[in-house]
């Protein structure tokens, strides 16, 4: 429960940060981490499933 909650903290950070950082055409940074965590949730998931079978 802990994780999911840092997990919701950290995208919510992010997106908050596109939308502060949007008016000063600098909201593509956010946005890039965003996409490399949720890649990296992506893949880590993927690997849980892989393994528990």
């Known amino acids: 429960m802990v994780k999911s909650a840092i997990n919701y903290i950290i995208i919510l950070a992010l997106v908050l940060g596109v939308y502060f950082l949007y008016d000063k055409q600098i909201g593509a940074i956010p946005l890039l981490l965003l996409s ?9 998931k993927m690997r849980d499933i892989k393994n528990s079978k």
């Open 36 to 44: 490399f965590y949720l890649f990296y949730l992506g893949i880590k």
